[in-house]
């Protein structure tokens, strides 16, 4: 019989089974805790190492030295918690919890052994304080994960976590892998099975024979370019300051590193003289052109895609960590190549993604445009919506060479990008396991600073060749084509031209482009031959009725139907949350269920209410009625509360578009954006 009875009266009883079972126990790497770290103490020991550091040394020796002077300081003031392999089974679980507890039960056992009132006083006050002490726990941790909900906060991830929060304990691992009659049982096995699946992602022999005719008809096109590699002295290709590292430190998130366990925040803590030495290792990469190593390796873990059977190598989702110290370098030849490509115009005027000042509602906006002025006219929009295959993984590494020279970027920058792609390795991890390092042979490193912009230099001239009268638009790789007119024949026709144009671009440039996950729209209130077509590479593509664009579903008519009822479909499940939480202890306050309200509700409403204000009142007062029912909940408020009452309440919001912030907010983008606008010069 166990002495702790956890608050209740009765005393639970362990009943143990002696069985041997072989089980294989998972562990995790050990993680720094920057909970209590004194800086100032990190600072003068780093100083003290940065000066054992000799600086004449290869660039590989000399990262190593650095990276050893900052995980010496760090070791000497930064704890690291040790991972068994298994979560809690509460996340709100805490130190102070656990040394309020072994009180209480220090005094209970006290209690057992001297029946006495004054004990019984002393055990019931301890008592009473580890009740406080978890309830109070419960809620400063679910006030804090409810500011990190967001609009893109899954429903299902807020879910798991009232299940944790409930004590409601799921195994976390890695299944027994499978592929064809090959399984893999132990994590190394595991390891190496997921890591030739990667792998093979990014392989050249994915490419078609038609795609390599492609390639080498580009390269043999395009040889002196990158033959001739010139050094220039403009200001792309001045060497490093101390002060663009502070730019970017200052932007810095606390993320997983890589495998060298060097950290951001150890960056950003480190003495001005530490700094100047980081910046020297910086500038020595610069003048040779040749990175360390250790840069190009990649920590991979795999995390098994939502609703995917977990024993397919296939159905796993790679997140890689590289060290954090070459991501500092990334942000800030980021920062440099960013600055040429957009001071000079290089960027399509149709590309909205990874810009300043650009975001999703460009594309939908020019599109939504083009349809109200077809419907006006009683014309038709013909529009295709493109999907690559593999956009990122099989990226075309020369390709992208070839088109940085045609921009003119030279010298040290088209150095660094050279050395940067080539010659990349990744390792997956299992727990503590590592597979065996395997190449990489295509496309741009995953979770890398530097590749969002590399990958819209590749693909910014993917509608350059096509005529005047048919609207683009792009986002990242999220690519559309419309066109406007009275004859569907004479529309199509044209349209067909202008996909013959991007399969020869794909075909050039070593891309491809899904059939199956290409589609086709008409905007149009007339009934139109289902028999009229378009092809990609030949085959048909096919022709939907709505789709989601961007996140916004489109309908035929452009009545916003579909998209409304998606709205308040995923509203309601918000609404089951909330209803959930009232009944509980730690999520009931009105702050944390203001914050689910905001980070949920709100923030999906406001997604793209610029674009869909213009359905019929009779839709969007389904999102008005769904918002009421939110409110009032978070409120605790009779049905028949007034709903500007409830509002005044909740922050003051308001439900319908026009008297909101978030018109506000892209009126200001675009106009602020002048003439560079997507939607200005789309239409």
Known sequence: MKLMTIGSDHYPIKIEVRLTIERQVTGGVKRWCFSEVNWDVFKVLSEQEFQKVDMNVAVDDLNDSICRAILVAASRVIKRKGSSGKRKIVPWWTTECDKVIKCRNKAFKKLKGNLSYQNLVE?????????????????????????SVGRETK???????????NGLKREYGYPILKIDEVTAVKDEEKANMLAKAFVEIHSTGNVSEEGRRGKDRTIMENRDLLDMVEDTDD????????????????????????????????????????????????????????????????????????GRDGTKPGNYRPIALTSHICKVMESMINERLMYYVESRGFISKYQSGFRRGRCTMDPILCLEHEIRRAQINKQCVVAVFFDLEKAYDMLWRDG???????????????????????????????GKTYSERFSVENGTPQGSIVSPLLFSIMINDV??????????????DDGALWRRGRNVGFIVKKLQEAVGKVEEWSYRWGFKF??????????????????????????????????????????????????????????????????????????????????IYTGLVRSTLDYGCVAYNSAADTSLSKLDLI??????????????????ALQVEMGGNATRVEEGPAYIDILGKLTGSGAGSSYIRCT
């Open 400 to 430: 992208l060479l070839i088109k940085i020279r045609k921009l003119g970027i030279t010298g040290r920058m088209y150095r660094w990008i050279l050395d940067f792609l080539k010659g990349r390795q990744i390792q997956v991890r299992i």
């Open 123 to 147: 055990f019931k006050q301890l008592q009473a304080k580890v009740r406080r002490m978890i309830k109070s726990a419960k809620r400063d941790f679910w006030r804090g994960f409810c500011n």
């Open 514 to 595: 899904s059939v199956d996950k290409t589609k086709t729209m008409f905007f149009t209130r007339k009934r139109v031959n289902e028999e009229i077509k378009l092809k990609l590479y030949g085959i048909g593509l096919e022709r939907v009725r709505k789709f989601k664009f961007l996140g916004l579903w489109l309908d035929e008519r452009l009545t916003w139907g579909a998209h409304v009822q998606e709205l308040v479909d995923k509203c309601k499940k918000v609404l089951n949350i909330l209803r959930c939480l009232v009944g509980t202890d730690w999520g009931a306050d009105r702050e944390s269920l203001r914050a």
């Open 155 to 165: 429903i299902h991830s807020v879910w798991a976590m009232i299940r944790r929060m």
């Open 235 to 306: 200001l792309l290709n001045i060497p490093f300051t101390k002060s663009e590292l502070h730019r970017v430190l200052r932007k810095y998130k606390l993320t997983q590193p890589g495998k060298d366990q060097v950290c951001y925040i150890m960056l950003d803590h480190l003495s001005e003289s530490a700094k100047e030495q980081l910046v020297g290792l910086y500038n020595r990469v610069w003048e040779g052109g040749m990175l360390p190593q250790s840069w190009k390796e990649a920590v991979v873990v795999p995390i098994c895609k939502p």
């Open 463 to 476: 509608f350059n060749d096509i005529e005047g009268g048919v609207g683009c638009s792009l986002f990242a």
């Open 627 to 644: 918002q009421y029912q939110v409110l009032r909940l978070c409120t605790g408020a009779f049905r028949t509360t007034p709903t500007v």
